[in-house]
């Protein structure tokens, strides 16, 4: 399927209103986007200039912008998943509520881990990047609370080596330069603030330089950002220590790609914004971002 499918997310929130006012303002080919959604939801937030492939999912809850609902989260289960099952060149997904989600039954922690379930085949692994520009973020882990966070040589090994393939495969990018984010602060001082770096990273970084790979050792994140324009990505331990930077310096030009699968996925990066959907007050340009980011897989 040469075509971005782009779902529209929580029902609920401002998936469908940036989503309607992301398509007016770019204006594609009719051809090349289809649009998996509900047109109750559609008509609720607004209208569309041209004339998307609309591939309907089911639901007769009513729209209740702000609230988190099990109805409004088993649809953007079967959004995503309806989505895997076209294959298209590129998936963009609207934000979903997590909370949604579970109470819906479905236990993912984000739509990276559905993606994960339904497109990863011969042990592929989905992995989280934030792009702006040539600023990029790899994260180590993804949604994990930091008292849970763990990481191996290996783990590190692979994810860095799927992260290379990527640049080289998709970007160009032959021989990428890639900084490494120290786990602990000062990056472990040599083992007085703690041994990750020490006992995994280090020799992770030595295993990857075997292989070919130009990444620096762990280095302090509080100042590696300073200058993560000198790098082809930026590799973040946890969540919050790529996801603050980048979005702090680029903020609605962050989008959220999965790479690692046979499909690239891309999406706002930011969340449902419950507070403020309905009011048609939603900043549309992350999710413009996202279609851009991806729509010259079907040109």
Do not use: W
Not at 90 to 99: D, E, L, Q, S
Not at 151 to 157: F, L, N, Q, R
Not at 159 to 176: A, E, T
Request: charged residues 25%.
């Amino acid at each position: 399927m040469n075509k971005v499918v782009i779902t529209t997310g929580d029902p609920n929130g401002i998936g469908a209103e940036i989503t309607i006012k992301a398509l007016n303002k770019l204006n594609l080919p009719e051809d090349k986007i289809s649009i998996i959604s509900n047109k109750k939801i559609l008509d609720f937030y607004g209208s569309l200039n041209c004339n998307y492939q609309i591939i309907e999912i089911p639901y007769e809850a009513d729209v209740c912008p702000g609230y988190l609902t099990k109805e409004a989260g088993e649809f953007s289960f079967r959004s995503v998943k309806k989505a895997c099952e076209f294959r298209p060149k590129a998936i963009v997904t609207a934000p979903v509520a997590k909370n949604a989600l579970y109470l819906a039954g479905h236990r993912f922690n984000g739509q990276t881990e559905i993606l994960q379930k339904y497109l990863a085949h011969d042990n592929q692994l989905a992995e989280m990047l934030f792009v702006a520009g040539k600023f990029r973020v790899l994260l180590l882990t993804r949604h994990v609370a930091l008292k849970d966070i763990k990481i191996t040589k290996d783990m590190v090994v692979q994810k860095v080596l799927n992260l290379k393939s990527f640049f080289v495969k998709h970007l160009g990018i032959i021989d990428p330069k890639f900084a490494l984010c120290g786990f602990n602060p000062h990056a472990g001082e040599d083992g007085i603030l703690g041994r990750e770096e020490i006992d995994i990273l280090i020799p992770a970084v030595e295993r990857l330089r075997e292989c070919g790979v130009n990444i620096t050792k762990p280095l302090p994140a509080d100042t590696l950002f300073v200058k993560a324009l000198d790098y082809d990505c930026c590799i973040a331990n946890y969540h919050d220590q790529g996801l603050i930077p980048i979005k702090t310096m680029a903020g609605d030009k962050t989008v959220n790609m999965t790479i690692g699968l046979d499909i690239i996925r891309t999406s706002p990066g930011h969340g449902t914004a419950f507070d403020i959907a309905g009011k048609n007050i939603a900043d549309e340009t992350s999710m413009i971002e996202a279609i851009k980011t991806v729509y010259e897989e079907v040109k």
